[in-house]
C-alpha cells in the first residue's frame, strides 16, 4: 500500500450541501492531483496542486476548489453538490521535480441524495 | 480538447493466455503513459509506465508498447492467472511542463481457471 491516506472513507451529503475531503500525501512528495471516478469509469482529472498552488485544472466548474497546506496535505471542496457529484474521489500524490509516477490514496465515497 | 481511448471495454481470456488492451492518445505532447491495474473497492496502483523516449519496456508477464508516430500504446500479460482479473487503466500525461494526466475508460480483464 502507499502512504497517501484519505478520509473520510465515505460520505452521505444532501443536494445543494458542501463537502470538504481530506488528503495526506506520501512523504516526501510535494505535488497532490485530485480526482473524480464516476461508476464503471476511469478518474477525471480535476485538478493539481504543487507547493500549496494550483498547477492545472481539468474541465470541471469553479465549485470544485481545492487547498494545499505547508506539509503538503491537501483539500477538496465541493460546494452546491449535484446528483451527478456522486462519485469516488481519488488523490494522488507525488514529486513534480522528480519521478513520474504518482501513488492514489483508497479514496472517499461521495454520495449525493 | 485532450482524449484517452482504450479498447477493449471486456476482456475475457482463459488462465495461461495471454492478453492484450490497447490504447490511443490524442495530445501528441504526451510524454508519460502509466497503466493501473484496479480491483474491486481499491485504489488504482501502477503496474508499469512508459516514457517517450522508449519503444518497449517489460517487467515479467507484463510489457508495454509506445508508437509515438500513430499514439498507440499497448498492454500484454502473458501467461495470465486468476489474479490478474482487475480493471486495467491506460493514461497519458501531458507534455509542456503540464501534469494533467488523461485516463481510459478502462477494461474489465477476466480470467477464467
Known amino acids: 500500500e502507499t502512504g497517501v491516506t484519505q478520509s473520510p472513507t465515505h460520505l452521505i451529503k444532501t443536494r445543494g450541501q458542501q463537502v470538504t475531503l481530506r488528503c495526506s500525501s506520501q512523504?516526501?512528495?510535494?505535488?497532490v492531483s485530485w480526482y473524480q471516478q464516476a461508476l464503471g469509469q476511469g478518474p477525471q482529472f480535476i485538478f493539481q496542486?504543487?507547493?500549496?498552488?494550483?498547477?492545472g485544472r481539468g474541465n470541471f466548474p469553479p465549485r470544485f476548489s481545492g487547498l494545499q497546506f505547508p506539509n503538503y496535505s491537501s483539500e477538496l471542496n465541493v460546494n452546491a453538490l449535484e446528483l451527478d457529484d456522486s462519485a469516488l474521489y481519488l488523490c494522488?500524490?507525488?514529486?513534480?521535480?522528480?519521478?513520474?509516477?504518482?501513488?492514489f490514496g483508497p479514496g472517499t465515497r461521495l454520495t449525493v441524495t | 480538447g485532450e482524449n484517452v481511448e482504450q479498447h477493449p471495454s471486456t476482456l475475457s481470456v482463459q488462465e495461461g493466455d495471454s492478453a492484450v488492451i490497447k490504447c490511443t492518445y490524442s495530445?501528441?505532447?504526451?510524454?508519460?503513459f502509466p497503466w493501473y491495474k484496479q480491483e474491486l473497492g481499491k485504489r488504482p496502483q501502477l503496474i508499469i509506465d512508459?516514457?517517450?523516449?522508449?519503444g518497449e519496456k517489460k517487467d515479467q508477464r507484463i510489457a508495454v508498447t509506445l508508437n509515438k508516430t500513430a499514439k498507440h500504446f499497448s498492454l500484454h500479460i502473458t501467461e495470465t492467472q486468476p489474479e490478474d482479473s482487475a480493471v486495467y487503466f491506460c493514461?497519458?500525461?501531458?507534455?509542456?511542463?503540464?501534469?494533467?494526466?488523461?485516463f481510459g475508460a478502462g477494461t474489465r480483464l477476466f480470467v477464467k481457471a
Open positions: 512508459i516514457r517517450s523516449n522508449v
Open positions: 496542486y504543487y507547493r500549496e498552488e494550483e498547477n
Open positions: 512523504s516526501g512528495h510535494n505535488t
Open positions: 494522488a500524490s507525488s514529486t513534480l521535480q522528480g519521478g513520474d509516477e504518482q501513488y
Open positions: 493514461a497519458a500525461r501531458g507534455g509542456g511542463g503540464g501534469f494533467k494526466t488523461i
Open positions: 495530445d501528441s505532447a504526451s510524454n508519460y
